[in-house]
């Protein structure tokens, strides 16, 4: 059973960054507004996750990392919808199969909270304990007793640059919530409470603010809107290029094509234009079959929301003067 419990983990925890997103998408869930993130070694000897959320009572908190004891799914269709973010219930479970964790947490009615130290699946400790309202659980030496998996992780570098991506995905998709990053005890990342231009700017400094080009598009397949950057922008540097598909992460190159298509239009040369745009469509419009790990999302309809993106970036693109003359 507990070999059963670690590969079903693996299914789900990849990395520390995985851990990462799904904690935080968790706080996210039980509503709260500010979220500190605090890592060690590049998330591999410590990942807390600390929330100001409804918290949970002692039962929910141990049914929490049974499988399946998700306590978000209302429907069948729940399962398959892209507007609910993560798994049904595995996440915790498959934290819990790798790694040590330190539960803490109290509902705001609660008199004591409830902590709970579960290690490899077994439940080590539960007591009451005085602490804030909210959650906070830490995750310590992930895959610690799955060797093949920890030699598997990359350099810190690389596991932190993971770890920072999920958090600013995250982040342009709740920028009306405050997040912060801990990093081997020091602060490296604060974004308060902002709307998504201002939270656009947190992340990539303030000089993107004049660069950046409003777009909108309401058909019957869907919304898009967000924003692309001027030309000029995109010529001097690394470009950031986000696409959200109701408000969860996506790559997708063949939109990205949209995008680049518009922008070598009016400019005719390959630029790597930045972009964060984002998508509301009907969840039965997106393919059931996917993954959630996944970051792929395949669209009914593509073809034409690829013409809707190039046709409104390219607009939106002239409209604001934006082109430069050769
Ligand atoms: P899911 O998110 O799909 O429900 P998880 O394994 O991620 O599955 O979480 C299991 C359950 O634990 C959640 O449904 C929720 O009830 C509870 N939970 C997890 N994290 C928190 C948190 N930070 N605050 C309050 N409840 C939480
Ligand atoms: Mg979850």
């Not at 709260?32 to 990942?47: N, S, Y």
């Not at 699946?121 to 309202?133: H, T």
């Not at 598997?152 to 690389?158: G, P």
């Amino acid at each position: 059973d507990s070999i059963a419990n670690q590969i079903a983990a693996g299914e789900v925890i990849q990395r520390p960054s995985s851990v990462v997103k799904e904690l935080v998408e968790n706080s996210i869930d039980a509503g709260a507004e500010h979220i500190q993130i605090v890592i060690k070694d590049a998330g591999r000897t410590l990942i807390t996750v600390i929330d100001d959320g409804k918290g949970m009572s002692p039962t929910d908190a141990r049914m929490a990392f049974e499988r399946h004891a998700t306590s978000k799914i209302k429907s069948a269709d729940d399962l398959f919808a892209l507007t609910t973010m993560g798994f049904r219930g595995e996440a915790l479970p498959s934290i819990a199969a790798i790694s040590q964790v330190e539960v803490k947490s109290r509902r705001e009615e609660d008199e004591l909270g409830t902590l709970l130290l579960i290690s490899g699946s077994r439940l080590e400790k539960q007591e009451f304990i005085a602490c804030g309202a909210g959650t906070s659980i830490s995750v310590k030496n992930i895959f610690y007793n799955v060797p093949a998996r920890r030699k598997f992780l990359k350099s810190n570098e690389t596991e932190r640059r993971n770890i920072f991506n999920e958090i600013e995905r995250i982040a342009l998709v709740h920028p009306h919530l405050e997040f912060s990053l801990i990093e081997n005890d020091e602060e490296t990342l604060h974004l308060t409470k902002a709307g998504l231009k201002q939270r656009i700017a947190q992340l990539e400094g303030k000089n993107i603010l004049q660069q950046l080009i409003d777009i909108e598009a309401e058909t019957a397949l869907g919304k898009i809107y967000g924003y692309v950057s001027r030309p000029e922008y995109a010529k001097k540097r690394n470009s950031s290029q986000f696409f959200f598909v109701n408000n969860r992460y996506i790559r997708h190159p063949y939109f990205h094509k949209a995008v680049t298509t518009a922008f070598e239009q009016l400019i005719s040369s390959d630029e790597k234009p930045t972009y964060y745009i984002y998508f509301e469509v009907d969840p039965e419009s997106l393919d059931v079959n996917i993954h959630p790990t996944k970051t792929e999302v395949k669209f009914e309809n593509e073809q034409a929301l690829w013409q809707i993106l190039m046709v409104t970036v390219k607009e939106s693109l002239g409209k604001f003067n934006a082109v430069p003359t050769i």
